[in-house]
């Protein structure tokens, strides 16, 4: 059965700024959390690091090429927070905004809507040894960048996303040690998130004092927990999960409150909170940028197997290279739930996979894994606007196979395959898919 997806509707591919500019040293950037933590043996997968990454800080041109060749309507960047403000705060480096510049004037030439995000993860490292986003000085410097971002492009951008996955950057930077900082239980997980909510709240501001007509958003990672079986342990821990997750988020941007239920079971002081946070906060984002990728089975670590009814669910029987279940339904859910807390505009802006490519015959790679993927997320995203949700458009993560974090270059989320020794672009037989479901609005 074809789905069509309503007129205007945005069809666009995601990247991050340390993923794939390289040139970590060129005009003025400074150092970032990433660039200090790939140096730290074993932290990331075969000691690989951003320095080259698909360097796309030189080959900007070639690529929006590519994405005019796919007929993509709109293009997800984020800027280094390091090249615009090497020290982290004051002075503001134009050279380096010179490059989203030229940038934003390639893309509106192409036809592309830019949907810049201002922080995906590439804190500069001088604020990081002031305390990063453990200290609220870093919720204001981030409001001061996003005021130097917005001056020099708010005039032709007009979608703007402050934050990518703020629960990322506190659980696998504070928690788990995965991510830059690469903190193991700081037990500073929750005063991160607030600085980083309040810093949203405070660069939301700044924007809206700026050029008239953006549309401010934040870009989350919302994912269903499902519990393991009927038990109510099991129930109660995936609750738990879940809403750490979602609700911790949402409620604090939507009404302007942390979840009191979550608030006693977490034990967080909440020192970090200080009059007014809140109200700064909570005044709803004009869009959210849902990143979804999977759904997880939850179940309470206590309770053994044999004490547990049946299970609910089959596991998921596929998993991708990431060995993230493929759930589809799941982005359906976390849709609905969104409309649930009224957001005006929703964005997927993340969603994809990663899979083992492998190029034949010098120029094609044939990736069904992707495209099936891909498609039966389609499908859920055309179910959920069917049921009302305002989705405006959707992500693919990602345009160009690049440096997947902790896992460097050894996981392929491209639409087109980037080698990383000659940096030969191929488009995947997805991108071509992902063309034609473009041109005719339909999948
Ligand atoms: C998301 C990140 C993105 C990418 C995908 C696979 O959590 O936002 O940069 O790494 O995962």
Redesign the pocket.
Same mark, same amino acid.
């Given at each position: 059965m074809t789905r069509r997806f309503p007129e205007g509707f945005l069809w666009g591919a995601a990247t991050?700024s340390y993923?794939i500019e390289g040139a970590v040293a060129e005009d003025g950037r400074s150092e970032s959390v990433w660039d200090r933590f790939c140096r730290i043996p074993g932290r990331v997968l075969n000691g690989d690091t951003g320095d080259v990454a698909c360097d796309h800080y030189h080959r900007w041109r070639d690529d929006i090429r590519i994405m005019e060749d796919l007929g993509l309507s709109a293009y997800r960047f984020s800027v280094a927070w390091p090249r615009v403000v090497p020290q982290g705060r004051g002075p503001v480096n134009q050279a380096g905004l010179d490059f989203y510049d030229r940038l934003v004037d390639g893309l509106l030439e192409a036809g592309i809507e830019p949907f810049l995000t201002l922080f995906?993860w590439d804190l500069p490292q001088c604020l990081e040894d002031e305390g990063g986003w453990r200290v609220r000085g870093t919720a204001h410097a981030f409001a001061d960048y996003a005021a130097a971002v917005e001056s020099r492009l708010g005039d032709r951008v007009r979608h703007w996303l402050t934050l990518? #996955?703020p629960w990322?950057v506190a659980h696998l930077g504070h928690r788990t040690g995965q991510h830059a900082p690469g903190l193991v239980g700081s037990g500073a997980e929750l005063d991160v998130v607030h600085h980083q909510l309040l810093g949203h709240g405070l660069a939301s501001q700044a924007l809206r004092a700026g050029h008239s007509g953006h549309e401010v958003g934040i870009a989350l990672?919302l994912e269903p927990r499902i519990p393991r079986s009927d038990h109510p342990l099991d129930r109660d821990a995936a609750a738990l999960e879940e809403g750490l997750m979602n609700r911790w988020f949402l409620d604090p941007l939507f009404s302007g409150r942390y979840p009191d239920d979550l608030l006693a079971i977490a034990g967080w002081p909440a020192s970090a909170v200080t009059e007014g946070d809140l109200e700064i906060i909570g005044r709803p984002p004009d869009s959210i940028g849902l990143?979804y990728?999977r759904t997880e089975v939850v179940g309470h670590p206590g309770l053994r197997d044999c004490d547990r009814p049946p299970p609910l669910q089959d596991p998921a029987a596929e998993v991708t290279e990431m060995g993230w279940p493929v759930t589809p339904e799941g982005l359906g859910a976390m849709l609905r739930m969104l409309e649930g807390y009224g957001a005006r505009a929703v964005y997927v802006t #993340?969603n994809?996979a990663?899979y083992p490519d492998t190029i034949r015959g010098g120029d094609r790679v044939e990736d069904e894994d992707r495209r099936s993927y891909l498609e039966r997320h389609l499908v859920e995203a055309a179910k959920a606007i069917d049921d009302g949700v305002p989705l405006r458009g959707y992500f693919a993560?990602?345009l160009l196979d690049n440096f #997947?974090?902790g896992f460097g270059y050894s996981r392929r989320?491209g639409l087109v395959h980037v080698d990383h020794a000659t940096q030969r672009r191929t488009p995947k037989a997805s991108a071509y898919w992902y063309r034609d479901v473009i041109a005719r609005n339909a999948v």
């Open positions: 991050a993923q995906h990518n #996955e990322v990672n990143n990728y #993340e994809g990663a993560w990602t #997947e974090w989320f």
